[in-house]
């Protein structure tokens, strides 16, 4: 019976992706705790501690919207 078979239609690309959603939400808190850090960091005055917080966030920011 050809004709009980279920439909594998393809989801039209307007369906909505939890991964970008997920993604989205991580990237904006990465964001926030950058800025956050950076300005606690500069506050007490650690120069080398603002560097590191600048470039791990700008990584994950840049891994996250590779994905």
Do not use: D, Q, T, Y
């Amino acid at each position: 019976m050809s004709g009980m078979e279920p439909s594998r239609r393809a989801l039209p690309s307007s369906a909505i992706n939890p991964h970008r959603g997920v993604m989205g939400l991580l990237m904006i808190v990465v964001f926030i705790a950058g800025i956050a850090g950076v300005v606690v960091a500069l506050s007490m005055g650690h120069a080398a501690a603002v560097l590191s917080i600048v470039l791990i966030a700008f990584g994950l920011i840049a891994a996250a919207a590779i994905c």
